[in-house]
C-alpha cells in the first residue's frame, strides 16, 4: 500500500515554502540538558510565520490550489493557529480566506486572524460539528477547505519543521512532538524515520486530551468528550483518520501531561530559553521536564507555538 505522505513530499513541500515559511531556530540550554539527562535540541516553530508550525501545511496546502480557486477563495476551520496560517497563506496567494472559529479561541488568535483580512465565522466547538459546519460552509460559498491536518499537502507541510530540526543536528535518537489532531506528528514521524529509521518518536497529550493515546492502545481510533485543557490547540477529541493511518505506524509511544506540567514548562521557557510559549506549543518540554519521556542521548523537542496573550501569558506562568 502507498503511504498517504513520503519524504518526497515533505521534501517538495520544503522546496514549495523556501522563501515564504521562516527556517526556525534551534536552540540548547545546558540547565535543560542537566534537568533531562540528555541533550536536547530545541525546534522554536514559535518563532515561525504566524507565532506557529501551522503556516508551513496551509502555505503548502494552499499553493497548491489552481488560480480559478484561489480567486473563489479558501475556507478553513480552526482552534486558533490554523485559522491564521490559511489567512496568511491566502493573502501572500492573492486570495481571501472565511475562517470557522470556536467562540470561546482567545481573543489574540481572533484578532489575528481577522489581522490578516480573513473573514470570521464563530461556533460552539462543545455543541457544533466543525467539520460539518466548515464543509457547509465551503460548499455554499464554493471555496476550497484546507482542514486543519486531513489533508496529504497540510500534513507534508508539517512535516518540514522535523526534516530541518534533523538536518540541523547530527543523530537524534528521540523526537517528541504535541499532538492534536495529528498532523505535525504525522508528517514529522515520516521524516524522521525516513532519514533516521532508528529514531524514537514519542507524542505528547494533555492528559485530558488523551484520543490518540487511546486509540494507539485500542489499535483504532476513540472519540473522546471534547477536552477542557489550557492546551485549547490540542483540545481534539479524535484523532484524524489520515493521520492516524500513519500515526499508527510511525509513533512509537504517547505521553501525557497535567496543565500544571505545561505551566511549569511555559515558566522554564521564559526563564531559561528566553522564549514565550502557548500552553500546546509547551506540552513537548512539558514531558521532558517532568520525566514522562525517558530520555539519553540526542532527544529533540519542537515547540509549536506561542500565540498567547501577555495578559494570559502572564496569568498563566504566574501559577
Known sequence: MTAPVTIDDIRDAAAQLAGVAHRTPVVRSRTLDELVGAEV?????????????KFRGAYNAASRLSPEQLAKGIAAYSSGNHAQAVALAARELGSSAVILIPEDTP???????AGYGAEIVTYDRY????????????????????????????IAGQGTA?????????????????????????????AAKA???GIRVVGVEPAAGDDTKRS???????????????????????PGELTFSINRRLVDDIALVTDEQVRDAMRFAFER???????????????????????????????????????????????
Not at 218 to 237: F, L, N, W
Open 41 to 53: 535540541f530545541v525546534k522554536c516553530e514559535n518563532l515561525q510565520r504566524v507565532g506557529a508550525f
Open 107 to 113: 481573543q489574540s488568535k481572533k484578532d489575528a486572524t
Open 273 to 319: 530559553l528566553k522564549l514565550v510559549i502557548e500552553p500546546s506549543g509547551a506540552t513537548g518540554l512539558a514531558a521532558l521536564l517532568s520525566g514522562q519521556i525517558p530520555a539519553s542521548g540526542q532527544v529533540g523537542v519542537i515547540i509549536s507555538g506561542g500565540n498567547v496573550s501577555p495578559e494570559r501569558f502572564a496569568e498563566l506562568i504566574a501559577g
Open 127 to 154: 455543541t457544533g460539528d466543525r467539520v460539518a459546519i466548515g464543509e457547509a460552509l465551503a460548499a455554499d460559498r464554493g471555496l476550497a477547505l484546507i482542514p486543519p491536518y486531513e489533508h496529504p499537502h497540510v
Open 216 to 238: 494507539l492502545e485500542a489499535g483504532e481510533r476513540v472519540s473522546i468528550p471534547v477536552p477542557r485543557t489550557i492546551a485549547d490547540g490540542q483540545a481534539a477529541s479524535v
Open 195 to 197: 532519514v533516521r529509521p
Open 162 to 190: 522535523a526534516l530541518e530540526l534533523l538536518e540541523d543536528t547530527e543523530s537524534l535518537d528521540t523526537l517528541v512532538v504535541p499532538v492534536g489532531g495529528g498532523g505535525l506528528i504525522a508528517g514529522s514521524s515520516t
